[in-house]
Structures are given as C-alpha cells and as structure tokens.
C-alpha cells in the first residue's frame, strides 16, 4: 500500500529565499510523481510532473527532482515570493494517485 | 485548456437530505473522471473511478449506494451524497483525465465544500 509522506508540514521563511519540500513514498513502482499547489479552500494546482523515467522537471522558479531508488521527490523554490504562499501536495502511485498531507508554505515580505 | 469546473462550489444542506455535485471537463473529453475527498488538515483521499457509460469503482470502504456516481457523458459526470450526515461534511474535488488510466494526466476542478447540518 502507497504511503507518501511530506515534510515539514509547515514553513515559514522570509521572501527571497530558496527552499526544498520533501516527499517520500513507500511505493518504487509509481508511474509518476506529481506536485500541487493548493490554495485555502480551493482547489488543486498542478506545478510539476515527473514520469517514472525521469529524474527531474522544471518550470519557472520551480525544480522538482524524483528518486525512485531511495523513494524521495523534492521541491525546490528559487527566490521565494508572498504568493508562493499555500499548501504544497505531492502525490504518486503505481495504481492511483496518493496523495501527501502536504507542506503549508509561508512567505513573509 | 483542460479546465474542469465543478458546481455548487459550496452547498449546505440537512441532515438526511441528498446532494448532487457536478464535474464537467469544459473543453475536453474525459474518458475518466475520479472523485475525491478532503478531510481538514488530511490528504486527498480517491473515492471512485468512473470511465464513461460504465459503473463506478470504488474505493475500499467507500460506500456505493451512498455517495452515487454517474458518468453518462464524456463532459460530465456527477456525485450524489444520499442521506447525507455531519460527517459527510468534507471538500470533494473531481479531477478528469483524457484516457481510461488514472496514468494520464488528470485535471483537478475547483472543488465543493460540503457541509451537513
């Protein structure tokens, strides 16, 4: 059964800063890893996706990076903004999307 | 493109009274769509698989004759919570996706905020 598991759960930092968000999973075989942003009360933001076969994806201030050895995604915001702020979701499977508690992100001005 | 809606965005109700909520893929067929559930401060949570003109799947511990689904067309289909309770309070997202996996790419709608008097 797919476990996936994020930490922190909660962060703060000032703006400009670079952060990772962890994600781990239990499961090797997933068919891809995925990461949303999630808004309070909204819903779901795709940010990145990540197919089994690679091993990383970028767009914009954003990199994510995929282990499926060691069963561990990351991502990472470059020069972090106020907007930036919500919670962050990741999720992957090998027979339906599971998805993490996720991390609430706080960027202060 | 891709954008799935959903519809009431927000809905309370009594004690005992059924809810319809409404997924639609506005500029795309999906042959799948999938129902989930969000608990406050838990994870998203898959109830059901639905492909198009075929019965739903459900998750395990998922009830079925009380949270219908119904998948009649390639643009929409449809979550009805019967005799709804407190603790069918919850945000319920659909997300839609062009293939009959949940490998494809799914869109995720904006989701409906439940909350049962």
């Known amino acids: 059964k797919q476990e996936v598991t994020q930490i922190p759960a909660a962060l703060s930092v000032p703006e400009g800063e670079n952060l990772v968000l962890n994600c781990s999973f239990t499961d090797s075989a997933i068919y891809n890893l995925q990461w949303f942003r999630q808004d309070p009360g909204k819903g779901l933001t795709s940010l990145l996706l990540?197919?089994?076969?690679?091993r990383e994806q970028t767009s914009g201030r954003l990199n994510a990076s995929l282990d499926k050895s060691s069963g561990r995604s990351t991502l990472y915001i470059a020069a972090s903004q106020p907007g930036d702020s919500a919670t962050y979701l990741c999720a992957g499977g090998s027979e339906k999307l599971v998805f993490g508690k996720g991390t609430k992100l706080t960027v202060n001005p | 493109g891709a954008v799935v809606s959903q519809h009431p965005s927000w809905v309370i109700c009594k004690s005992g009274t059924s809810v319809k909520i409404e997924c639609r893929s506005l500029d795309f067929q999906a042959t799948t769509m999938f129902w989930y559930r969000q608990f406050p401060k838990q994870s998203l949570m898959l109830m059901a698989t639905s492909n198009e003109g075929s019965k739903a799947t459900y998750e395990q511990g998922v009830e079925k004759d009380k949270f219908l689904i119904n998948h009649a067309s390639l643009t929409l289909s449809t979550l009805t919570v019967t005799s709804a309770h407190p603790e069918d309070s919850s945000f319920y997202i659909c997300?839609?996706?062009?293939?009959?996996?949940?490998?494809?790419?799914?869109?995720f709608g904006p989701g409906t905020r439940l909350l049962v008097l």
């Open positions: 997300s839609a996706g062009r293939g009959r996996a949940y490998q494809e790419t799914q869109y």
């Open positions: 990540i197919q089994s076969s690679q």
